[in-house]
């Protein structure tokens, strides 16, 4: 019943990995977003894209 | 004054522009934060001495300083706001009509050494000047000054979901723009 409860695509999936940057999901979202990471390589890749971005952006100036 | 003070000042000044002009893009007010800058760094000589680093704290002044005119103009602005209000629908062609990726993000290599991660900020800063002004605005505000989003929603004077929006417009945009540009190259 959770799994049922738990699938969402990866549009939506996009969108909760970019809200979880900003402020604290609520623990239905979590869930299934966690859900949804387990079993999708491309929403991996995409969340681990996003924190590089985060990452040389906070650097952007330093050199 | 000690002069050397004055002289080390004075030769961040490039930095100092270089690092407003992205923040401030589409507005003149990059000359005059910059110049306010300098003068309050100046006059605060005797508040800088013992720190370490002059370049830090001089940053610290103009990020106060940048988020003062982003709030002034925002004001003015508060009424054009609604561009972007719509949601994310940009991105609809990205997904097929299941909401699956039609191009599957692929897991970027970590830019490694020097040279590599000189690319890619290269390449990030010319992503982030392809952004519409008020996209690279929040998104900046956001990852590079550090704010709370709640916290420019108000400076902004927009909805959290409006902010929210444009964030995820310039991530996606962002990602988009450095795979052609960076990882493909």
Request: some cysteine; proline content about 2%.
């Amino acid at each position: 019943m959770i799994l049922r409860m738990g699938k969402i695509s990866c549009k939506e999936a996009s969108r909760l990995i970019s809200q979880a940057m900003d402020e604290r999901l609520s623990f239905g979202q979590r869930v299934k977003l966690r859900l949804h990471l387990v079993l999708c390589d491309a929403c991996r890749n995409f969340s681990g894209n996003l924190l590089l971005v985060r990452r040389a952006v906070a650097r952007l100036f330093e050199k | 004054m000690a002069k050397d003070f004055r002289k080390e000042v004075e030769a961040l000044r490039p930095y100092l522009v270089r690092y407003a002009s992205i923040q401030l893009r589409g507005t003149d007010a990059v000359e005059d934060v910059v110049q306010e800058t300098l003068l309050a760094a100046l006059a605060a000589e005797a508040t800088f001495a013992g720190r370490s680093n002059l370049r830090t704290w001089i940053t610290g002044i103009l990020k106060h300083k940048i988020i003062d005119v982003i709030r002034q103009s925002s004001r003015h602005r508060a009424l054009d706001a609604v561009d972007g209000e719509e949601s994310a629908e940009d991105f609809d062609a990205l997904f097929d009509e299941t909401g699956h990726w039609r191009d599957p993000p692929h897991a970027w290599p970590h830019p490694e050494d020097a040279l590599q991660e000189k690319q890619f900020v290269a390449a990030l800063e010319k992503c982030l000047a392809a952004l519409p002004a008020r996209n690279s605005q929040v998104f900046l505000m956001r990852e590079h000054l550090g704010s709370e989003t709640a916290e420019i929603c108000k400076e902004l004077g927009i909805t959290s979901t409006h902010c929210w929006v444009l964030l995820y417009r310039a991530r996606m945009a962002l990602r988009a723009c450095l795979e052609k540009g960076w990882l493909r190259k």
